[in-house]
Nanobody
Framework: QVQPVESGGGLVQAGGSLRHSCTAS????????VGWFRQTPGKEREFVAG????????KFTDSVKGRFTISRDNAKNTVSLQMDSLKPEDTAVYYC??????????????????WGQGTQVTVSS
């Protein structure tokens, strides 16, 4: 069983930066596609970014392209989401999710079997 564990998040002013990290207890993330999703009250969980095990294969939702980056550190069994130029509309609970797949980065939450507990990101204007 893979249990993603997130760290990071918090409160930041618009234009600022935050970094999320996701690691896993139990099993490695290194052989799995990992995605980041976010959710605000009353809305569907939204795909933000994902990373394959294939080097260079990443995917981002349009609203974060050019502002967010996603990366792996296999030595640390960690996937990180760097969020720059944050906007108030980025405010949400952010979730790390891991898939049993290794290659394709899917944007639907049903493609991910394992989920972290979520961390709050609040961007003030």
């Amino acid at each position: 069983q893979v249990q993603p564990v997130e760290s990071g998040g918090g409160l930041v002013q618009a234009g600022g930066s935050l970094r999320h990290s996701c690691t896993a207890s139990g099993r490695t993330l290194n052989s799995r596609v990992v995605g980041w999703f976010r959710q605000t009250p009353g809305k569907e969980r939204e795909f933000v970014a994902g990373i394959s095990t294939i080097p260079g294969r990443t995917k981002f939702t349009d609203s974060v392209k050019g502002r967010f980056t996603i990366s792996r550190d296999n030595a640390k069994n960690t996937v990180s989401l760097q969020m720059d130029s944050l906007k108030p509309e980025d405010t949400a609970v952010y979730y790390c999710a891991a898939s049993d797949q290794a290659a394709a980065v899917f944007t639907t939450h049903s493609a991910y079997e394992y989920w972290g507990q979520g961390t709050q990101v609040t961007v003030s204007s």
